[in-house]
């Protein structure tokens, strides 16, 4: 029975270097079929299943090791609770401030999940020319440090303007706000380096 709650149609969740699930949405947890308490310090591999597990254990391989940034992937796979899914999986490594890899994220968006009112409400918020320029630079795992040289800005302007777009997309953090500006149709899939379409900048 639905619960009331808004879903996003893309589900985010934040990983360990092993590929063991630390924290996620819950609209991840919903997609898998099973809750927080039941999935986090799982391996992702156990509760997805995938019918392809060595093409995606390459792609977090090299996500790891600093030969890619991001991928997308197809995958089919059978839910924690027995449903058998198919859908989009994105790996994104997350730099911090430092330069340091601070998280790898993924997104997954089922097909059978459509979009939702939040979604909707999303898709209304308009960026700046710049603000979608360091959007771009976040969702490729760019620091804050590699975008104050690329923009030239200085630190201090590039984390205004982050801080800005996590109050617009009430995203606590920034791998949240790549998450929700892939959920609102933002941000290009299947294409890289993921671009802001036209209709989001003001």
Not at 75 to 102: H, K, Y
Not at 151 to 165: A, I, N, P, T
Not at 166 to 191: C, F, I, W
Request: charged share 25%.
């Amino acid at each position: 029975m639905p619960d009331g709650r808004t879903r996003y149609a893309t589900g985010m969740a934040t990983l360990t270097s092993d590929l063991r699930v630390l924290a996620g949405d819950d609209d991840f947890f919903h997609h898998i079929g099973g809750s927080s308490a039941e999935l986090c310090g799982r391996d992702l591999f156990d509760l997805l299943r995938p019918s392809a597990p060595a093409v995606l254990r390459e792609h977090f391989s090299r996500l790891h090791d600093g030969r890619r940034t991001r991928f997308t992937e197809r995958v089919a796979g059978c839910r924690f609770d027995g449903r058998v899914f198919s859908g989009e999986l994105t790996g994104t490594a997350i730099e911090g401030p430092t330069d340091q890899l601070s998280a790898i994220v993924v997104l997954l968006r089922p097909d059978d999940e459509p979009a939702t009112d939040e979604v909707t409400r999303l898709r209304r918020i308009l960026l700046s020319p710049l603000e979608a320029r360091i959007l771009e630079g976040v969702a490729t795992g760019a620091s804050t440090v590699q975008l104050a040289s690329k923009l030239y800005l200085s630190r201090q302007g590039v984390e205004y303007h982050v801080g800005s777009m996590l109050r617009k997309l009430e995203a606590p953090n920034r791998a949240a706000l790549v998450s929700r500006a892939y959920a609102a149709g933002m941000l290009t899939v299947g294409t890289w380096p993921a671009r802001v379409l036209p209709d989001f900048v003001k």
